[in-house]
């Protein structure tokens, strides 16, 4: 690890950031250089202070530690990132015999000095404490592989030298606080504190110090660890099983089981889904097939900090069947162990400590998985991939670990003292449910206005939506939209050709490799041509009967499969036409193509209510995009239209307007609105067509 600081970098910050102290902007200068080194933290993990002199409301200096807000990436972070709290305060509570995280919590709320800041870090205090202006704190890999060992502290010593401490592992919060600070007054010469199975604490007076100190150990732990596994084999390989040939495949199958298999009950009685994210590198498939696999996956975490993340332990798959069926077995025999485990360790942890505690849902997070690597479980797509990258990091230290000594992770009882500590359990935030959340959306024809309205209101109920479509450009400028509006992990794109069963099967594959599976399938590609019968090339009408019907059919045929292996029932729904029931002339393609489409989904009702899979229907008529997304459909027809009706673009959208009952434009986000209200199961529908065309009385179902 290279130590990057940069005096003109750091010239910049200070640039940057004017109305803060230049001590401030260097502060979140190097915090942002430890937090871009994923050996050193991840994701939120870390956390770095600041002491300095302010003027309060009343004009008196006041020492101020300014601390990394509770959760915040340290590699992005900003001056709004750190909460800033009054240090002398903070500094009596040495004198405290002990805290309740209740009155911990008041106490940091009641002297912060914004009240709209965030919380503070959960290791305010030891920053607090320790008298250097600047702290760093990191829990780097490297580091823990030397710390989780039978002789931690033997190995750390000899490891990084003289002028580090070590202390063996305390909880975060006060006691660790005043254990780290005795430690330096004992030894004020240290540069930096080592807690076992946890991290390490650099300081300094000036921001580049602090964090040349932690480059520094953080480099002879890595150096030390390099050595002492050159030469050694960290894996080998099981031999009975073969290795995996189509692995895209095996990965959906895997996941789509996995996520199937851990969708369980919440409180409120609603279904709880997980998002999926699979890692593959050489490496973890590597791990996945050794004989350590199983080991690796029973031990615990590296540091307390990822047990929210990751839980405890992890589950190891051993084979992959050809059977759904079989896979299906041992999946929920490995799950069924891994929950009665963790069931037993709580209510061990609870009755031992006589504490009063609610279990956390007992499904695991993380699986390995012979032969294709790891995936990991989360409710957002970003949880998924956190916990993705720390069980990746966590894997790889454990057999370097193992390798020099013996890996030795922490006792379950310091475990749970993190997993259900209050303050802890804030990181991941009370995240209000919507109506779709944990739910894959997939929407045909996703590049265009319909496609566009449907994935807006998906995601406003907090689906994860994947637009496919075609046509590759329009697709990116949907998908960009829809992040700015929302954010980057709620909208994926993908390239398929309804047409065509192959590619749609390839895009459930890749979904599903991505998210985990599906959920709601919105048959919506259609294309349609102005031309009355007599004048109506054969091959036009082929191609209508083969995106509008054929397209339809591939993808809920395709659908079946993720449908089974989830076991969580779905919905699908149709986006129709007003014309199946009030065909118009010259309209015959489209009519024709969209009725088969219309059938081909009411059969789809009958056979996958099995399934618990509902399908319905959403005739929408004469739905028009914007500036923003046109609608393909009118891109297409629209000028024949108005040719035929001797109307320009504006007087075509007033003669639709006018012609229904409630003379209202049906807007694309109208149809995404029925789209919701279909797939959010909020009354037993199945077979059923919804117009959304503003009240045709021709088009009314019957
Ligand atoms: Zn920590």
């Not at 300094?204 to 150096?223: C, F, I, L």
């Not at 995936?375 to 993705?388: C, E, M, Q, S």
């Not at 020099?404 to 922490?410: A, H, M, N, R, S």
Request: some cysteine; hydrophobic content about 40%; charged content about 25%.
């Amino acid at each position: 690890m290279e130590n990057v600081f940069n005096e003109n970098a750091a010239k910049d910050f200070v640039e940057r950031y004017p109305d803060i102290p230049y001590e401030f902007a260097l502060r979140i200068y190097t915090s942002r250089l430890i937090g871009s080194e994923p050996d050193l933290v991840l994701h939120g993990g870390g956390n770095t202070s600041v002491k300095l002199k302010a003027k309060n409301i009343v004009g008196e200096e006041e020492e101020i530690l300014y601390i990394k807000g509770s959760g915040v990436d340290l590699a992005s972070i900003e001056p709004e990132g750190f909460s800033a709290v009054d240090l002398t305060f903070l500094r009596k509570l040495r004198n405290v015999e002990s805290l309740s995280d209740e009155e911990m919590e008041t106490q940091m709320q009641i002297h912060k000095l914004e009240l709209s800041w965030l919380n503070p870090s959960v290791e305010s205090l030891l920053h607090a404490f320790l008298p250097h202006k600047y702290v760093d704190h990191t829990h780097a890999d490297n580091v823990l592989v030397l710390t989780n060992q039978k002789h931690g502290e033997d190995i750390v010593k000899k490891a990084l030298g003289s002028k580090v401490a070590v202390l063996p592992y305390t909880m975060s919060g006060l006691p660790l606080a005043k254990e780290v600070v005795s430690q330096y007054e004992k030894d004020t010469t240290i540069e930096a504190i080592v807690i076992l199975n946890h991290g390490i604490f650099s300081f300094g007076e000036d921001a580049e110090t602090s964090y040349a100190r932690m480059v520094k150990y953080v480099n002879r732990a890595e150096t030390f660890v390099q050595e002492g596994i050159r030469g050694k084999i960290l894996m080998t390989p099981r031999v009975d099983i073969p290795p995996c040939r189509e692995i895209s495949v095996s990965v959906a199958r895997v996941a789509q089981s996995v996520r199937g298999a851990c969708a369980h009950q919440a409180n409120d009685g609603s279904l709880r889904r997980f998002y999926v994210a699979t890692r593959n590198t050489s490496d973890l498939v590597k791990a996945s097939l050794s004989k350590e696999a199983r080991g690796l996956c029973r031990s615990g975490v590296l540091t307390p900090d990822h047990v929210i993340r990751t839980k405890n332990r992890m589950v190891y798959i051993d084979r992959i069947p050809e059977k759904d069926d079989d896979l299906k077995e041992i999946i929920a025999r490995e799950i069924e162990v891994f929950k009665q485990e963790y069931h037993d360790y709580f209510h061990c942890q609870v009755r031992e400590k006589k504490v009063e505690r609610e279990e956390l849902d007992p499904y695991p997070r993380i699986f390995l998985v012979a032969g294709l690597g790891l995936l990991a479980l989360g409710f957002t797509p970003k949880d998924t991939r956190i916990a993705a990258d720390i069980a990746e990091h966590t894997i790889r230290a454990k057999l370097e670990a193992d390798a020099i000594g013996e890996y030795v992770p922490l006792l379950d009882s310091h475990i749970f003292d993190m997993e259900y500590w209050s303050l802890q359990q804030k990181k991941l935030g009370k995240s209000s449910q919507p109506i779709l959340q944990g739910q894959v959306a997939f929407i045909t024809g996703g590049a265009g206005a319909i496609g566009f309205g449907i994935a807006d209101r998906l995601i406003a109920a907090g689906a994860v939506v994947v637009l496919s479509d075609i046509a590759k450009s329009r697709l990116e400028k949907v998908r960009s939209i829809l992040a700015k509006k929302y954010e980057e992990s709620k909208v994926e794109t993908i390239i398929s050709d309804v047409t065509d069963y192959q590619s749609i099967e390839r895009a459930f594959d890749e979904i599903s490799g991505r998210l985990g599976g599906i959920d709601i399938v919105v048959p919506n590609a259609g294309i349609a041509y102005v031309a009355k019968i007599e004048a109506l090339e054969p091959q036009k009408f082929d191609q209508a009967i083969a995106v509008n019907l054929i397209g339809t059919f591939n993808v809920i045929k395709a659908s079946i499969p993720v449908f089974k292996r989830q076991g969580t029932g779905g919905n699908i729904v149709t986006i129709s036409s007003k014309n199946v029931f009030d065909p118009g002339a010259a309209f015959g393609a489209y009519s024709a193509s969209k009725a088969g489409a219309h059938q081909i989904s009411k059969i789809a009702a009958l056979e996958m209510a099995e399934l618990g899979v509902r399908v319905n229907m959403i005739n929408p008529d004469a739905v028009f995009g914007d500036e923003e997304v046109s609608s393909k459909l009118w891109d297409l027809v629209g000028p024949d239209r108005m040719k035929s009706r001797g109307l320009d673009y504006k007087g075509l959208k007033d003669y639709y307007r006018n012609r229904n009952l409630l003379k209202t434009g049906v807007l694309s986000e109208h149809v995404g609105n029925a789209v919701v209200f279909f797939a959010s199961n909020q009354a037993p529908i199945t077979g059923a067509t919804l117009p959304v065309d503003g009240g045709i009385p021709a088009a009314f179902p019957r």
